[in-house]
């Protein structure tokens, strides 16, 4: 427990208040001695009882209605900030741009007392309404904001402790508050730092989905917080205009928001539209380097909105007529993303867009692969669910995007959805979409949910064994009736899609613990296709110099020593290809003289081969042959492994 440290002073400035009927100066923080005199402005007496006109029933479910998307992204967030203050006689209160209350989550005995305040769903908690509050003061000076004890302007509050949090939409706007109160003896200096990380994860959940008709970088300078609450995002446009940031994207891009407007994504990150709608659409949400316009790296995922997929893929096809192919779409500005160097020229006339976004592009050798990838071709076109399993980053979406692309649905979209991704909360609305209710600068007509954006196309569900046993019920019916309903629908809306689902885990496990529907199961299951764990392929040559060419776009003079050739096929690889990407990317940094050595490899992938202190044990000479063939990102034909060249 720890005091707040102006705690004296403001019950010094509370009797003076009461002895005088003014404000004291210079005995309260500024903005609390300011708020205190918004309150008196506004006619509030600070020993009158608190007048209570609750919202409840229709008038309160319809401004929930309206905050539906804001709810939904607050809550599983408001119930982990939750458990991290269980206990304390504390709640977690959730409100609307004008303070008042929509949600709340609260202690057994703390709830009494709240109770007592009104700290409950349909009431407002404004200025205006409370005095001097976290809640309404934060509105009123958009800031977070801490106000202790006697701070409150009220004496009945005196007994709280509140730390806010204003909750901005993707267009800077005021959309809400979170807020943490709880009995002001129990005041602890980190609550702020929890509320407002919560908050910042609240605004990203909103941003993610705001913006169908957009494109956005995920970006940060250091990959592991790509992802995360610390990561910036930026949307632009097809034209590259730039739409909006989040908090921590204007901060890395040292902009504020009304600068950002003016900018393009050429201007701030030197590439063009193309070369990132072609990434996406080979490599879906695959890590990538960009340079911003400071000239500071960062890594950078890429999204696609669901309204422009098609968009893109019609910008790409523009592009391919015009007489440039597909793998080649870059910009000729672009600082990061590096020209693919061109295939050899006894390829180049039989290379296609469809080559390079298809199932061949997908056959490097391995036989396992070859005969997934044959019994896959069999069956395109037939009215029957995929199942492909493996284990994580075998690449499991690649394979669908890849089936999609090759289907007669090739012009409808591909919709992924990561069932392990998205909190319990949120999946039965990002699968099943919802109808009227949204924040501010969002759609006001509510949400179409993935099964509908799929429409004409391919539903892709990631992580089918993640998903809750609700929603099976609920995806069970939609493919056996074709009618998808929309939460708070009343009327069903028929659908037409193909689905492909992928799992690391095994289902029929899942089964038999009454974790997975058997019905689903059989329903989904129409053919089975196992992808083999990277330590089990024969290709790892092919892999490489594909990840170095296609997902890091290395230059094309980057090399790969046999002696690391030999160390990866001694590694275990349990990240599959997505771990050896991102160690390729880092070797990629690493390295000066465009060829890949041992040294360049990270201390824990030698411990991982049983080799501590690898770096320092003489391994290059020890794997090295006299006359050793090295690998380039270049080197690798459409099927397979190419020509490889010596180095002396």
């Known amino acids: 427990m720890n005091h707040h440290p102006d705690a004296k002073r403001a019950s010094n400035a509370y009797s003076a208040l009461l002895n005088q009927g003014t404000v004291p100066s210079g005995l309260l923080a500024a903005n609390i001695e300011a708020s205190w005199r918004r309150s008196q402005q506004f006619g509030l007496e600070c020993r009158a009882s608190q007048e209570l006109d609750p919202l409840t029933g229709f008038r309160l479910a319809d401004v929930r209605e309206r905050n539906l998307v804001l709810i939904r992204h607050a809550r599983p967030v408001m119930e982990t900030l939750y458990e991290q203050i269980v206990d304390t006689q504390s709640m977690v209160v959730l409100t609307d741009a004008n303070g008042l209350i929509l949600d709340s989550l609260g202690d057994d005995d703390f709830l009494p007392r709240a109770e007592k305040v009104a700290l409950r769903p349909g009431v407002v908690w404004s200025e205006q309404s409370k005095g001097t509050n976290a809640i309404g003061t934060a509105i009123a000076e958009q800031k977070s904001t801490l106000v202790h004890g006697p701070e409150h302007f009220l004496s009945a509050n005196h007994f709280l402790t509140c730390s806010a949090v204003p909750l901005l939409d993707p267009l800077g706007q005021t959309v809400g508050v979170l807020d943490v109160t709880g009995d002001w003896r129990g005041y602890h200096r980190h609550t702020m730092a929890l509320a407002r990380m919560s908050g910042q994860l609240i605004e990203n959940h909103l941003f993610a989905g705001a913006f169908p008709q957009a494109l956005t970088i995920h970006f940060h300078t250091r990959p592991e917080f790509v992802g995360t609450l610390c990561e910036g995002m930026v949307a632009f446009d097809l034209e590259g205009k730039a739409i909006a940031a989040n908090a921590s994207g204007l901060f890395q891009l040292g902009l504020a928001r009304a600068e950002l407007l003016s900018k393009s994504l050429t201007s701030l990150f030197g590439t063009a539209i193309g070369s990132l709608l072609r990434h996406a659409r080979l490599h879906g949400s695959d890590m990538l380097t960009m340079t911003m316009h400071t000239g500071v790296r960062v890594n950078a995922r890429v999204a696609v909105g669901s309204a422009i997929k098609d968009s893109s893929a019609h910008f790409l096809a523009k592009e391919v007529s015009a007489g440039r192919r597909a793998t080649d779409i870059e910009s000729n500005s672009d600082k990061t993303l590096h020209v693919v160097p061109p295939r050899r020229k006894t390829m180049a006339a039989a290379t296609t867009a469809a080559e390079a976004l298809g199932i061949e592009s997908l056959r490097t050798g391995d036989a396992a692969m070859e005969m997934?990838?044959?019994?896959?071709?069999?069956?395109?076109?037939?009215?029957?669910?995929?199942?492909?399993?493996?284990?994580?980053?075998?690449?499991?979406?690649?394979?669908?995007?890849?089936?999609?692309?090759?289907?007669?649905?090739?012009?409808?979209?591909?919709?992924?959805?990561?069932?392990?991704?998205?909190?319990?909360?949120?999946?039965?609305?990002?699968?099943?979409?919802?109808?009227?209710?949204?924040?501010?600068?969002?759609?006001?007509?509510?949400?179409?949910?993935?099964?509908?954006?799929?429409?004409?196309?391919?539903?892709?569900?990631?992580?089918?064994?993640?998903?809750?046993?609700?929603?099976?019920?609920?995806?069970?019916?939609?493919?056996?009736?074709?009618?998808?309903?929309?939460?708070?629908?009343?009327?069903?809306?028929?659908?037409?899609?193909?689905?492909?689902?992928?799992?690391?885990?095994?289902?029929?496990?899942?089964?038999?613990?009454?974790?997975?529907?058997?019905?689903?199961?059989?329903?989904?299951?129409?053919?089975?296709?196992?992808?083999?764990?990277?330590?089990?392929?024969?290709?790892?040559?092919?892999?490489?110099?594909?990840?170095?060419?296609?997902?890091?776009?290395?230059?094309?003079?980057?090399?790969?020593?046999?002696?690391?050739?030999?160390?990866?096929?001694?590694?275990?690889?349990?990240?599959?290809?997505?771990?050896?990407?991102?160690?390729?990317?880092?070797?990629?940094?690493?390295?000066?003289?465009?060829?890949?050595?041992?040294?360049?490899?990270?201390?824990?992938?030698?411990?991982?081969?049983?080799?501590?202190?690898?770096?320092?044990?003489?391994?290059?000479?020890?794997?090295?042959?006299?006359?050793?063939?090295?690998?380039?990102?270049?080197?690798?034909?459409?099927?397979?492994?190419?020509?490889?060249?010596?180095?002396?």
């Open 372 to 648: 997934a990838l044959t019994r896959v071709s069999k069956v395109l076109g037939r009215d029957i669910c995929i199942m492909i399993q493996g284990e994580t980053g075998t690449g499991k979406e690649l394979v669908a995007r890849a089936i999609h692309y090759d289907s007669p649905r090739r012009a409808g979209a591909f919709v992924a959805l990561n069932c392990a991704a998205i909190p319990e909360g949120l999946i039965e609305s990002e699968l099943f979409g919802y109808e009227e209710g949204a924040f501010t600068g969002a759609r006001k007509k509510g949400r179409t949910g993935k099964i509908q954006q799929a429409d004409g196309g391919t539903l892709f569900l990631d992580e089918i064994g993640d998903m809750p046993l609700n929603l099976q019920a609920r995806l069970l019916r939609v493919l056996q009736e074709r009618i998808v309903t929309p939460l708070g629908g009343v009327g069903g809306q028929p659908v037409d899609v193909a689905i492909i689902c992928a799992t690391h885990r095994r289902l029929k496990e899942l089964i038999a613990s009454g974790g997975f529907r058997e019905d689903l199961y059989y329903r989904l299951n129409g053919m089975l296709v196992n992808l083999p764990p990277l330590r089990a392929r024969t290709d790892i040559e092919a892999v490489v110099a594909r990840i170095l060419r296609d997902e890091i776009q290395a230059d094309p003079r980057m090399t790969v020593g046999h002696d690391v050739l030999e160390l990866f096929r001694r590694h275990p690889w349990p990240g599959n290809v997505r771990q050896l990407c991102n160690l390729l990317r880092t070797a990629v940094a690493m390295c000066d003289d465009y060829r890949i050595c041992v040294e360049h490899l990270p201390d824990d992938f030698f411990e991982d081969i049983g080799l501590v202190g690898g770096n320092s044990l003489g391994l290059a000479p020890a794997l090295a042959p006299m006359s050793t063939p090295v690998l380039t990102p270049a080197s690798m034909n459409h099927g397979g492994m190419a020509d490889a060249t010596v180095a002396a």
